[in-house]
């Protein structure tokens, strides 16, 4: 699976940013593709992910309520939405594709970097 991370940037506290991941994959049926982040000085950890079909999402706690993951099925496409973006939302995010069958992510596209100034 390939993926192609984009959508970064600088955003006020309280903004919106809306990021994307292109994947090119020989099949999408078993997919799920998981978003992650590492700030600066920290491990990179789990943000939440969306099942390719049907299109099933989980989230951390910390994003509950303010990020949203969907997918264009035509476009191929895993949208990660931000809202109410906060200082410590500050790092980089990246796109990383697992199958259902495993726990392991194999796949990661590059990051993106996203900066909330307050």
């Known amino acids: 699976v390939q993926l192609q991370a984009s959508g970064g940037g600088l955003v006020q506290a309280g903004g919106s940013l809306r990021l994307s991941c292109e994947a090119s994959a020989r099949a999408y049926s078993n997919l799920i593709v998981g978003w992650f982040r590492q700030a600066p000085g920290k491990e990179r950890e789990f943000v939440g992910s969306?099942?390719?079909?049907?299109?099933?999402?989980k989230y951390a706690d910390f994003v509950k309520g303010r990020f949203t993951i969907s997918r264009d099925y035509a476009k191929k496409t895993i949208y990660l939405q931000m809202n109410n973006l906060k200082p410590e939302d500050t790092a980089v995010y990246y796109c990383a594709a697992r199958i259902l069958a495993s726990d392991n992510y194999s796949s990661w596209g590059q990051g993106t970097l996203v900066t909330v100034s307050s």
């Open positions: 969306i099942r390719w079909s049907p299109a099933i999402s």
